[in-house]
Structures are given as C-alpha cells and as structure tokens.
C-alpha cells in the first residue's frame, strides 16, 4: 500500500504539469483580451505596461514565469481583473466555500442515493422501484443549471422555503446543495441497485437469513457493505462532477465560491485566475481519488490497487 500511495504522489506533479500547459495554450489562444475592450479600448502605453507587469507580453514569458514562481515561492500572482487582489487571495477566499458546498452535494447524494438504491432492490419490481428509477433518469438527464432554475422557482420564488442567493446560514446552503447532488445521487442509486441485488443472491446472505438473522441486519449489515465497493469507485468521479457542476451552481445562486471567481475569470480573460483555479481544482481532484482508491482497499482487503 505504501508503494502505491507514494507512486501516485510521485505522479501528481508530471499530470500537473501536463494540465497547466494544456490550461495556458486554451487561455492563452481564446479570444479576446483583460485589459480593454472593444467598446472601450485602453491607451496602448497603459496596456503595454500591464503586459509587462503580468509577463504576458509574449507567450514563453509568461509559460515560464509563473511554474516558476509557483515552485518557488507558492504565489499564482496577482490577479488581472481583481485589482488590488493576488490569485492566493482569492483562493483562501473562496476555496473553503466551494469546498463546503461540494462535500455537502456529494453528501447528500451518497446518502440519498444509497437508501434509494437499497430500497429499490429490496421491493424489486414494486412501485418505489419503478420511481426510483424514474428519478434516477431525471437526475441524469437534467443539468445541474436547470435544476437549479427549477429549485429557486419552486422551493424560493413559490413556497418562499429557502432563498435563492446568498451563503452563510443552512438554509442558504439546502438549495444550491441539492442541485449538485442530483446528478451523483441518481448514478449511485442505480449503482447501489445493481450491487445489491447481485449480493442479496449470494451464498452468504442465505446463509445469515437461514439462521434467523433480521432483515434488518441482513441487508444493512451484511449486504449493504459489500454493495458499497461499486459505489466507492465512483466517488472520485463523482467528486469531479460535484466541484466542476458548482462552478455554474455558485453562479446561479451567487455563492462565493471559487467556481465564480472561475467563471467571472473565463468572461474577463483573467488568464492567471483561470490558471490558478484549474490547478487547485485538479489536484484536490487528484487527492480525493488517491483518497477513494485507498478507501476501496480498506472496505475490501481482498482488493489489490497496486496490481
């Protein structure tokens, strides 16, 4: 295990390397530019002195600069839209909020989506089966920014239960989480379906029911955690889906998360915002899968991940 783990980290700066470059040439070629526009352009010595600030005066300046004043010092640089702001200050910032409102949405999809999924293959063929699979397909096919339109008019516009902007109280938060959880709990359920109605046949579980064991501990304590590995190796997956699907959603409820600052940094060209923001987005990315392949181990010791 301890081989595995450390091959990975020794991985982790090579793929680093590889989206950074990736992320520069998509940002460095799109149209447009942060200093000026067409409506109002800005005086050439003025935009000629920012470019030199920000070293982006030529394309090869500014690749090497900042790698180099990453490795060095731990600083993205300042920003070219936020005046007065560094790319350091908008990450300690913003980070924890998105990171917050992710774990809420994949911890709301893990345990409704498990549940669901649970009791979808207990009453196989009943009518909750029949709905879950029917929500399973709503939550797949609609867009978390649809959903999220769909809960402000219903649940805040309609009902006035929650409101639909802001960050800071729970009820602030119950909206925006469950619009990111919708599309991973609609996979894990059909996953957790699957995977028990695979285990709920095996040998075992006859075996703990012809002793007189419960329902309750058949199901939940034997059944159910052999279920899980399925869903355990999804949840890297599905943590992707979660932080990148609230890049809309914090926009949408004007949270300020990261995933704003992202999108205001995409329509403002802020090159070292987006840079910044992809970087520490894929390598907690890169931890939280490092994190499920180990947790997928210690669920099943029978597993090898170095293989």
Request: hydrophobic residues 55%.
């Amino acid at each position: 295990m301890t081989r595995f783990i450390v091959g990975r980290l020794l991985q982790i700066p090579l793929i680093l390397a590889v989206i950074y470059l990736i992320t520069f040439l998509l940002a460095w070629v799109a149209p447009g530019t942060p200093f000026g526009n067409d409506e109002k352009p800005m005086d050439p010595l003025v935009k000629a002195e920012l470019l030199t600030r920000f070293h982006a005066d030529h394309w090869y300046a500014f690749l090497g600069y900042y790698p180099q004043r990453l490795l060095l010092h731990g600083d993205f640089g300042p920003t070219m839209s936020y005046q007065g702001w560094s790319v350091n200050d908008v990450m300690r910032a913003a980070l924890p909020v998105s990171i917050s409102l992710g774990l809420l949405g994949l911890t709301i999809a893990f345990i409704g989506g498990s549940a669901i999924g649970v009791l979808a293959a207990v009453r196989r063929g009943g009518v909750f089966d029949w709905l879950s699979l029917a929500a399973a397909l709503v939550g797949i096919s609609v867009p978390g920014f649809v959903a999220a339109g769909v809960l402000i008019v219903v649940f805040s516009d309609t009902l006035h239960w929650f409101p639909s902007a802001g960050w800071g109280s729970l009820r602030q938060m119950v909206l925006p989480g469950v619009a990111i959880s919708l599309l991973p709990l609609a996979y894990i359920a059909r996953l957790t379906r699957a995977a028990m109605l695979d285990v709920l046949g095996s040998d075992y579980v006859r075996t703990a029911r012809a002793k007189g064991l419960g329902a309750y501990h058949v199901i939940w304590r034997h059944a159910f955690r052999n279920a899980l590995l399925p869903v355990f190796s999804y949840l890297g997956p599905a943590a992707a889906g979660a932080m990148t699907g609230s890049f809309v959603v914090e926009y949408i409820f004007n949270i300020p998360g990261l995933g704003q600052h992202f999108v205001r940094g995409v329509q403002n060209r802020d090159q070292t915002l987006i840079l910044g923001t992809v970087m520490v987005y894929s390598a907690l990315l890169m931890g939280l899968n490092l994190l499920v392949d180990v947790g997928y181990a210690l669920v099943d010791p029978r597993i090898d991940v170095t293989a």
